[in-house]
């Protein structure tokens, strides 16, 4: 699997999400800058990490999703090129145009940051096939701007659309129907608030996270 | 010459800041405020000339989210 992580300044999950990758293809992602104007040929996923990229100035993740780097990411995303965005991802992602609706701010005001329940909405995509519809998993969060919002109509047509993937199985951070992580219409962008990077091994103390990887390895090696 | 960009959320958008500063000022005995919403104000420093449409285009694609906030210019001559 050919991959790149994207590294934005002041992001700090970039490498968590390199080692995932690393861990389960067993070949490194190439790490590329956010200043970069194009890809590196061939790529079987395009990775965009958490962690308050640009300080979260402005929003969460709208400095990042204007970077050059994301127009060659958009090119991408239109080609077919499977895209997963984590937490500050997901709200990159969504800045971007690439997913539908907004995150804001957590609906408590708190930073949440624990394990939480997942109930697994869709498990046709390349993301998440290696789970099983209405599955409950437990992947971690840690956010302050979590709370999925979109207007009635768009949230119909996601949900209607089968592009809810996960939604949350406990209240978290106010989300609009619980949505923990949204599919693009064609199905190869994924953006969650989740970090399934956090928990891909024992050590861990779960490994709800490693199945994301190893569908996403299976899909493109198929 | 410069531009006030005001952007505020939209109508019906959940506003947590502004539902905690509420309380706070409930909390300090000011009673009735009926609603308290909070947004920003972002300042441009801009070259003259420079078009309403330029403008414009700096809030739809930066400055304001268009899902979920509003924006509004206020041109200021020197």
């Known amino acids: 699997m050919k991959a790149a992580v994207l590294v934005f300044p002041g992001s700090n999950c970039d490498r968590d999400l390199a080692v995932a990758i690393r861990e389960v293809s067993s070949v490194d992602p190439v790490m590329l800058w956010h200043r970069e104007t194009s890809l590196p040929d061939g790529l079987d996923l395009i990775a965009v990490p958490g962690g308050f990229s640009y300080g979260d100035y402005l929003r969460s993740g709208a400095m990042a999703a204007r970077s050059p780097v994301m127009r060659a990411v958009a090119d991408a995303a239109a080609r077919g090129v499977p895209v997963l965005g984590v937490c500050n991802g997901f709200q990159v992602l969504t800045e971007a145009g690439l997913l539908p609706g907004a995150l804001m701010r957590n609906a408590g005001l708190s930073f949440v940051c624990r394990d939480v329940a997942l109930t697994v909405e869709n498990a046709q995509s390349a993301f998440t096939s290696r789970y099983a519809a209405g599955e409950t998993i437990h992947i971690p969060v840690a956010h302050h701007d979590g709370n999925y919002t979109a207007d009635a109509a768009t949230l119909d047509r996601i949900e209607g659309e089968g592009r809810v993937a996960f939604r949350y199985a406990e209240p978290v951070n106010g989300s609009a129907r619980g949505i923990a992580g949204v599919l693009n219409d064609a199905g190869n962008v994924l953006g969650l608030m989740p970090h399934p990077e956090r928990v891909i091994e024992p050590a861990h103390g779960r490994s709800d996270g490693r199945r994301l990887f190893e569908g996403l390895l299976e899909t493109v090696m198929a | ?78």
């Open chain 2, 1 to 78: 010459m410069k531009a006030r960009i005001y952007v505020t959320l939209k109508n019906g958008v959940l506003d947590p800041q502004g539902k905690a500063v509420h309380h706070a000022l409930d909390g300090l005995g000011f009673a009735g405020v009926a609603d308290v919403r909070v947004g920003k104000l972002i300042e441009l420093e801009l070259a003259d000339g420079t078009s309403p449409e330029d403008i414009d285009g700096m809030c739809r694609k930066l400055l304001a989210n268009t899902v979920i906030e509003n924006y509004r210019i206020e041109q200021v001559e020197p």
